[in-house]
């Protein structure tokens, strides 16, 4: 049998006490629930995301917010900008909206679980919408079927000031939807509906003339 001196063995620990810590230290955090974030702190949109602008609208950034622009009021009029990988599981998104100016053309939603990322066409959606009819603000969780949006709840909210942000949450556990609101108001919708299922989410919304619609932080992690 053949033996190390002990020179040898010593410059062995020395080589394995040196390298051991080294690798201890190059773990993976494969722990992490964030899919995507957004700060929109740049000049343009990018390639993260991909627009539905039905005619005559924008759907750019200002300021370091996302700034969707429309002068129609229906869905179907409002541009979108939808993330383009699909989301998967249980998760929420979040994101800050704001106004400029008045209220009475505003509307601001979250999109979760759409079917396509090309259009919000058949999808879940949670924010905030201005009644003319009703003269105020109302939060809503909806669903948009064909493009044809049907709300599951329609609950009273403040009256929006200009450059005040407030947060919307969507979150999708299994059948389990809730859309909520913090800041300003404290409001939260839960129903079940498994109409749709996993899919991709985003923002839609817009404003017209000196009333626009802001949205900043959007986040999606995974619950």
Known sequence: MQYLSRKTQLVMFGLISVFLPITL??????DTKDIFKDDF????????????LPSGTTFGISSGAAYPVSSGTAITALPAAIYKN???GSFKVSAKFSISGGAYTNQAY?????????????????GYYYSTLLGKSLF??????SSTLADFADV???????????????????ST????MSGNSTISVSIKDSTYG??????????????????????????
């Open 25 to 30: 230290h190059c773990k993976k955090n494969v």
């Open 41 to 52: 702190n740049r000049g343009s949109i990018g390639g993260d995301w991909v627009l539905n």
């Open 86 to 88: 699909k989301v998967t």
């Open 110 to 126: 979250i999109i979760g679980r759409s079917t396509s990322a090309d259009t919000p066409a058949n999808a879940y959606v949670c």
């Open 140 to 145: 809503m969780l909806g669903r948009t079927s």
């Open 156 to 174: 009273g909210m403040h009256t929006l000031n200009s450059g005040i942000a407030d947060t919307l949450t969507f979150t999708f556990d299994g």
């Open 177 to 180: 939807i809730k859309c909520e």
């Open 198 to 223: 996993d899919g991709y989410i985003g923002l839609i919304g817009g404003g017209a003339s000196t009333n626009y619609i802001y949205f900043d932080d959007f986040t999606a992690e995974k619950l």
